[in-house]
């Protein structure tokens, strides 16, 4: 097994950290200090579109990452892929939680406001939850199958199809019916609603939260490749005892 | 599910979807009960707080987890492969 100074660029990793920490809070900065339009209802949880909505973004982005390294594992088998798929969707599927429960947050207080009601089976939130239990699914899978490279051959062809329903489930689904999130039928789009000044800090928070992913994601990869190290120190300690 | 429509109190109505003044309207036409008389002062800025909070420790829970797994290998090193790091011993 190589070091990991051979996979991962580690003086990169530490610059772009570095890079991520001072970024996310100027954002934060920003998103609290900016003055925006007044929104109806929304009031001042207008905001939180820049914390909610790059949690999806960063899901999609981690989704796509996963899948191009289960691509790359089909090809190659190489188990550097395998891992990085797998703890790319990991990060991934956080990031998805994270956005979930922020929005039950915000639907209660701007959607079922006066109902005391924090869930509805909105089309928009009930699509994301089976979204996230697919990529669930994709966990159970892995530790159902006992050879690695098997595992790795079911997990990524399972990994593509997920991906493929990610832009069904997420958009075109909750999009045709009755729902109340920004977006679906009869109620305004992102590009409607949102001043141009809150982009000043929008897509900033996106680029933000997709850099963080990037940390975690490596910090997950460094430390499943360490695992894999001692497992082989562990063998070969075995091997030369027997 | 009985949802309440909040209607519009602004005499220019929704023309545009945002409006151009910043004062607290009066939108809700019950005085808000329990929680939501919380999270409903300030013109909803607690709701963002929340939000970020949620994101907050959900990054130091991530984090928490991933310590935990460098424990165990720091313990699997040390207990079943002394020799492994036996030179970085003082």
């Known amino acids: 097994m190589a070091e990991t100074g051979q996979i991962l660029n580690l003086r990169r990793y530490r610059q772009l950290r570095n890079a991520v920490v001072v970024w996310l809070t100027l954002v934060v900065l920003g998103a609290f200090l900016l003055r925006i339009p007044r929104i109806h209802i929304l009031e001042h949880t207008a905001r939180n579109l820049y914390f909610h909505v790059p949690m999806w973004f960063t899901l999609m982005a981690a989704a796509l990452v996963s899948a191009y390294h289960s691509l790359r594992y089909l090809q190659s088998g190489d188990p550097i892929r395998d891992l990085r798929a797998r ?104 590009s409607d609603i949102t001043h141009p000044i809150m982009r ?41 005892k027997s | 599910m009985n949802l309440q429509v909040l209607s519009d109190t602004t005499e220019a109505g929704l023309a545009t979807p945002y409006d151009t003044i910043w004062a607290t309207a009066a939108v809700p036409t019950k005085p808000p009960q329990g929680i939501e008389r919380v999270m409903l002062a300030e013109d909803k800025l607690y709701v963002v707080l929340a939000v970020v909070l949620i994101i907050w420790f959900g990054v130091i829970f991530f984090m928490f987890r991933t310590d935990r797994k460098l424990d165990r290998l720091e313990r699997a090193l040390q207990e079943r492969i002394p020799e492994a790091n036996a030179d970085l011993r003082p």
Do not use: C
Not at chain 1, 128 to 133: A, E, H, N, P
Not at chain 1, 163 to 176: A, C, D, G, I, K
Not at chain 1, 201 to 214: K, Q, S
């Open chain 1, 87 to 190: 703890e790319a969707a990991r990060v991934g599927i956080f990031f998805g939680l994270l956005g979930l429960a922020t929005g039950i947050v915000w639907a209660r207080f701007t959607w079922y406001l006066g109902t005391s009601l924090w869930w509805n089976f909105d089309p928009k939130q009930s699509f994301v939850v089976i979204q996230l239990l697919i990529y669930g699914a994709y966990f159970v899978l892995r530790s159902a199958v006992e050879d690695p490279e098997k595992r790795g051959r079911v997990a990524a062809v399972y990994n593509l199809f997920a991906v493929v329903t990610m832009p069904f489930l997420l958009y075109v689904l909750p999009r045709q019916m009755e729902s109340l999130h920004p977006g679906a039928e009869g109620s305004p789009a992102f």
């Open chain 1, 200 to 240: 000043l800090v929008f897509y900033p928070a996106v680029i933000g939260f997709i850099g963080l992913f990037w940390v975690l994601y490596t910090q997950r990869v460094r430390l499943a490749l360490l695992e894999q190290r001692v497992e082989m120190l562990q063998a070969t300690m075995l091997e030369a």
